[in-house]
């Protein structure tokens, strides 16, 4: 069973730093783009990045670009999300998402069942 | 980016009706097009993709079709587990965005 869950979501006061971890079973991480959706509390969801099967390609949503970096091990069969500088607009529950099949244009197949982070002084 | 906008925003329909929800993409997008199902305080999960291949395990009472910039989601007789917000999604190119969400809500 395909399974992704996401942790390391808490209360963090603007400026700073959290890591987003999500970990992947059930398949084999190597064959799909990943990718973290997030959805601001009572809005819609929004694309925040994707990271290409062996890390080589990554993308991110214009408003995070040079604040959060994306990654993975596969080995490990794991995602994080880095998030620096963070600001109160992206207090959001984030989902690690997986594309259905391996192209940067795959839709999101499985999703984990979020992790809640809020920017709050 | 490519923006996308879903009608209506919300409806109110009863059990055993058809539903019909339109997206519509501010430039052709092929059949780069997902539907999303979202129940309260869940995740998204993904009901159609290429506008209308149904995902595997939705029931097919849910279907999807359009091209270009045009798209519709119709689920053929509403149940009471269809109530939900619903997304559409392009992937055609990045970032890949979604629509804002039309939220169904059974009479």
């Known amino acids: 069973e395909v399974q992704l869950v996401e942790s390391g979501g808490g209360l963090v006061q603007p400026g700073g730093s959290l890591r987003l971890s999500c970990a992947a079973s059930?398949?084999?991480?190597?064959?799909?783009?990943m990718n973290w959706v997030r959805q601001a509390p009572g809005k819609g969801l929004e694309w925040v990045a994707n990271?290409?099967?062996?890390?080589?390609?990554?993308y991110f949503v214009d408003s995070v670009k040079g604040r959060f970096t994306i990654s993975r091990d596969n080995a490990k069969n794991a995602l994080d999300l880095q998030m620096n500088s963070l600001r109160a607009e992206d207090t959001a529950v984030y989902y690690c998402?997986?594309?259905?099949?391996?192209?940067?244009?795959?839709?999101?197949?499985?999703w984990g069942q979020g992790t809640l982070v809020t920017v709050s002084s | 980016d490519i923006q996308m906008t879903q009608s209506p925003s919300s409806l109110s329909a009863s059990v055993g009706d058809r539903v019909t929800i339109t997206c519509r993409a501010s430039q052709s997008i092929s059949t780069y097009l997902s539907w999303y199902q979202q129940r309260p305080g869940k995740a998204p999960k993904l009901l159609i993709y290429a506008a209308s291949s149904l995902q595997s395990g939705v029931p097919s009472g849910f279907s999807g079709s359009g091209s270009g910039t045009d798209f519709t989601l119709t689920i053929s007789s509403l149940q009471p587990e269809d109530s939900a917000t619903y997304y559409c999604q392009q992937s055609y190119s990045s970032p890949p965005t979604f629509g804002q969400g039309t939220t169904v809500e059974i009479k």
């Open positions: 059930g398949f084999t991480l190597n064959t799909y783009w």
């Open positions: 998402a997986r594309g259905l099949y391996s192209s940067s244009r795959a839709p999101f197949d499985y």
């Open positions: 990271i290409k099967q062996d890390g080589s390609e990554r």
